[in-house]
């Protein structure tokens, strides 16, 4: 968008009906802002940042720029994962004054796997008001798109770097019936595919969401059997920002599960953790790595 391509936001017609809302002072604004696409911000969103007194943002540089593109020329302050506790200090104080002040973070909602979620806690313990201006969600959107049909899902965020801590936290997750969902760096999808494959049945279904609202947007879905050979088809698909669905665990597990933890009891007794876990994958068709932190549970180490 161009100079002269400014939308100027007091000239929308529509700007009526955003002011028709109210906007209190002394009140910290969580606005979500697009996570690709830059029209896919709200009326209403324009509107506030138009209103702030101050926008605390992830990255003043990307936020500004963002405010560039609407014609706003707004004052920010740095609010990231390394200074959150101090500027919830700072924001307070201007709340307390009687500002409007705006929290946004790089794209999408702010305190979802995103900075903002102390500042907000903060807010709240000083006995201030927190407003929330709903938008853009990398998450709800994949959802949307995916066609897994269920009535809950699980948000998990992004899974440890490590493989190990990975790989823990996917053990509890096997047997829930929600959707999953995860949030995964471009440099990392290839681990989290086999962290995924080690963990969930192959049959389950995978959804990858990749590049929302952007240019090269794609979102497919196939068995988790087939998820590393597609990811791996194009190395154009290991960049980009990711949304991973997984079909949650069928509600008849519980039998089965019950049946797998019958037998590693009895292979426990005559077999090491490591060969009771393996015999039981095998006898059983459950995971090994779950059988393996199961075992280790029961022998108490």
């Given at each position: 968008?161009?100079?002269?391509?400014?939308?100027?936001?007091?000239?929308?017609?529509?700007?009526?009906?955003a002011?028709?809302?109210?906007?209190?002072?002394a009140?910290?604004?969580?606005?979500?802002?697009?996570?690709?696409?830059v029209?896919d911000?709200?009326l209403?969103?324009?509107?506030?940042?138009?209103?702030?007194?101050?926008?605390?943002?992830?990255?003043t540089r990307?936020?500004?720029?963002?405010?560039?593109?609407?014609?706003?020329?707004?004052?920010?302050?740095?609010a990231?994962?390394?200074?959150?506790?101090?500027?919830?200090?700072?924001?307070?104080?201007r709340?307390?004054?009687?500002?409007?002040?705006?929290l946004?973070?790089d794209?999408?909602t702010?305190?979802?796997?995103?900075?903002?979620?102390r500042?907000?806690?903060?807010v709240?313990?000083?006995?201030?008001?927190?407003?929330?201006?709903?938008?853009p969600?990398?998450?709800?959107?994949?959802?949307?798109?995916?066609?897994?049909?269920?009535d809950?899902?699980?948000?998990?965020?992004f899974?440890p770097?490590?493989a190990?801590?990975?790989?823990a936290?996917?053990?509890?997750?096997?047997?829930?019936?929600?959707?999953?969902?995860?949030?995964?760096?471009?440099?990392?999808?290839?681990?989290?595919?086999?962290?995924?494959?080690?963990?969930?049945?192959?049959?389950?279904?995978?959804?990858?969401a990749?590049?929302l609202?952007k240019?090269?947007?794609?979102?497919?879905?196939c068995?988790?059997?087939?998820a590393?050979?597609?990811?791996?088809?194009?190395?154009?698909r290991?960049?980009?920002?990711?949304?991973v669905?997984?079909?949650?665990?069928?509600?008849?597990t519980?039998?089965?599960?019950?049946?797998?933890?019958?037998?590693?009891?009895i292979?426990?007794?005559?077999?090491?953790?490591k060969q009771a876990?393996?015999?039981a994958?095998?006898i059983?068709?459950?995971?090994?790595?779950?059988l393996?932190?199961r075992?280790?549970?029961?022998?108490?180490?």
């Amino acid at each position: 968008m161009t100079e002269q391509q400014t939308i100027d936001i007091a000239r929308l017609p529509v700007m009526g009906e955003a002011a028709q809302q109210s906007y209190p002072t002394a009140t910290l604004y969580v606005v979500a802002t697009p996570i690709g696409n830059v029209t896919d911000i709200t009326l209403r969103a324009l509107y506030l940042l138009a209103l702030a007194d101050v926008v605390a943002c992830e990255d003043t540089r990307k936020t500004g720029a963002l405010l560039q593109r609407f014609g706003l020329n707004k004052q920010t302050i740095a609010a990231h994962q390394h200074n959150e506790r101090e500027v919830a200090d700072k924001i307070v104080e201007r709340l307390r004054s009687g500002q409007r002040v705006a929290l946004v973070s790089d794209a999408g909602t702010p305190a979802v796997s995103d900075p903002g979620a102390r500042i907000v806690d903060a807010v709240r313990a000083a006995g201030l008001a927190v407003m929330p201006l709903p938008g853009p969600s990398a998450a709800i959107a994949a959802l949307s798109a995916s066609g897994l049909v269920n009535d809950r899902f699980h948000f998990v965020g992004f899974l440890p770097a490590k493989a190990r801590q990975r790989e823990a936290a996917l053990v509890p997750l096997a047997r829930d019936t929600s959707t999953l969902v995860f949030y995964e760096a471009p440099h990392r999808i290839v681990d989290c595919v086999g962290a995924l494959l080690a963990a969930f049945e192959p049959t389950r279904q995978v959804v990858f969401a990749r590049e929302l609202s952007k240019l090269f947007e794609e979102v497919h879905r196939c068995p988790l059997s087939e998820a590393l050979a597609w990811v791996k088809a194009d190395q154009h698909r290991e960049r980009g920002e990711f949304v991973v669905l997984v079909e949650g665990a069928r509600a008849d597990t519980d039998e089965g599960d019950a049946e797998a933890e019958r037998v590693l009891q009895i292979l426990l007794t005559e077999c090491s953790v490591k060969q009771a876990a393996n015999l039981a994958a095998q006898i059983t068709g459950r995971k090994k790595n779950a059988l393996y932190e199961r075992a280790l549970q029961i022998k108490g180490e």
